[in-house]
C-alpha cells in the first residue's frame, strides 16, 4: 500500500512499468516488477526507464522529497549483464541457489501461533533461481 507505481510511454503508447517500495530498515527504495512490452524488449527502454526512476529517487523526485537510493533484484540473464557491467549500478547481493521452504514455513508458523493466525501449510524459498541485487549509484561527480 505504500508502493507507487510508474509506466513509460512512447509516443503516448504505454512500453514499461516499475514499482517502487520503501525500504524503511536501510532506508532506501525497492524498484520491483519492471516490466517492458514484449515488442519494446532488447531495446534498451527498460533499463533506460529503470535508471530514469532510480535516478529521480536519489535525487529526491521520491516521497516527500527524500534523497534515497533504489535497490533492485532481478533473476533475468540479460538484466543481471547489463547491471553488474554498468556504471550506474554497484552489485551488492547474489543468492545462486534456493531458500530453504522449511525453514520459511517454520518461521511462518511460529509468527502466525503467536498473534493467533491460522497456520500455513506452504513457504517461501526452494525455487533454485538466482537472484542478484543491485544498487543504483549514478553518475559520479568529478
Same mark, same amino acid.
Given at each position: 500500500?505504500?508502493?507507487?507505481?510508474?509506466?513509460?510511454?512512447?509516443d503516448?503508447?504505454?512500453?514499461a512499468?516499475?514499482?517502487?517500495?520503501? &525500504?524503511?530498515?536501510?532506508?532506501?527504495?525497492?524498484?520491483?516488477?519492471?516490466?517492458?512490452?514484449?515488442?519494446?524488449?532488447?531495446a534498451?527502454?527498460?533499463?533506460?526507464?529503470?535508471n530514469?526512476?532510480?535516478e529521480?529517487?536519489?535525487?529526491?523526485?521520491?516521497?516527500?522529497?527524500?534523497?534515497?537510493?533504489?535497490?533492485?533484484h532481478?533473476?533475468?540473464?540479460?538484466?543481471?549483464?547489463?547491471?553488474?557491467?554498468?556504471k550506474?549500478?554497484?552489485?551488492c547481493?547474489?543468492?545462486?541457489?534456493?531458500?530453504?521452504?522449511?525453514? %520459511?514455513?517454520?518461521s511462518?508458523?511460529? %509468527?502466525? &501461533?503467536?498473534?493467533?493466525?491460522?497456520?500455513?501449510?506452504?513457504?517461501?524459498?526452494?525455487?533454485?533461481?538466482a537472484?542478484?541485487?543491485?544498487?543504483y549509484?549514478?553518475?559520479?561527480i568529478k
Amino acid at each position: 500500500m505504500a508502493a507507487e507505481y510508474y509506466a513509460g510511454f512512447v509516443d503516448g503508447i504505454p512500453v514499461a512499468h516499475v514499482c517502487a517500495c520503501p &525500504r524503511f530498515e536501510i532506508p532506501g527504495y525497492r524498484l520491483t516488477r519492471l516490466v517492458v512490452m514484449p515488442e519494446w524488449q532488447g531495446a534498451g527502454v527498460g533499463t533506460r526507464f529503470l535508471n530514469y526512476i532510480a535516478e529521480m529517487h536519489k535525487n529526491g523526485g521520491g516521497r516527500n522529497g527524500r534523497r534515497l537510493p533504489s535497490y533492485f533484484h532481478t533473476s533475468h540473464p540479460q538484466l543481471c549483464g547489463y547491471l553488474r557491467y554498468s556504471k550506474l549500478w554497484s552489485q551488492c547481493s547474489a543468492v545462486m541457489h534456493g531458500g530453504n521452504k522449511k525453514k %520459511s514455513m517454520a518461521s511462518i508458523n511460529k %509468527s502466525a &501461533r503467536a498473534s493467533g493466525a491460522v497456520e500455513v501449510s506452504g513457504g517461501y524459498g526452494g525455487h533454485f533461481r538466482a537472484v542478484q541485487g543491485f544498487k543504483y549509484i549514478g553518475e559520479k561527480i568529478k
